[in-house]
Nanobody, 123 residues
Framework: QVQLVESGGGSVQAGGSLRLSCAAS????????MGWFRQVPGKEREGVAA???????YYADSVVGRFTISQDYAKNTVYLQMNSLKPEDTAMYYC?????????????????WGQGTQVTVSS
């Protein structure tokens, strides 16, 4: 089992920044990819960004140039730096982890999920 704990959400005005953190524990050796997803009520969970253990990164088109995903191997922690935030970025953000195989942006392929952290961007 892998446990994921997110932190760093909050409320910010448009144009502001937030950094989300996701600390992983447990059988982290089984993890190849860690991702960030977001969801608003009534909509499907959307892939935002992901990073492989070899450092390869993936981003949704809507966040390219504004969000950066990174990882600290020593701390087993993945970060999502979010800059130039827009009201449409408002959502519950979830950290997720998976082994090998499948698309980074498909939520059904992830085995482990955090509890989520709320991000609210006001105009």
């Amino acid at each position: 089992q892998v446990q994921l704990v997110e932190s760093g959400g909050g409320s910010v005005q448009a144009g502001g920044s937030l950094r989300l953190s996701c600390a992983a524990s447990g059988y982290t050796y089984s993890v190849n990819l860690m991702g960030w997803f977001r969801q608003v009520p009534g909509k499907e969970r959307e892939g935002v960004a992901a990073i492989q253990t070899n450092g390869i990164r993936y981003y949704a088109d809507s966040v390219v140039g504004r969000f950066t995903i990174s990882q600290d191997y020593a701390k087993n922690t993945v970060y999502l730096q979010m800059n130039s935030l827009k009201p449409e970025d408002t959502a519950m953000y979830y950290c997720a982890a998976k082994g090998y195989g499948g698309s980074w942006y498909q939520s059904r392929g992830y085995n482990y999920w955090g509890q989520g952290t709320q991000v609210t961007v006001s105009s």
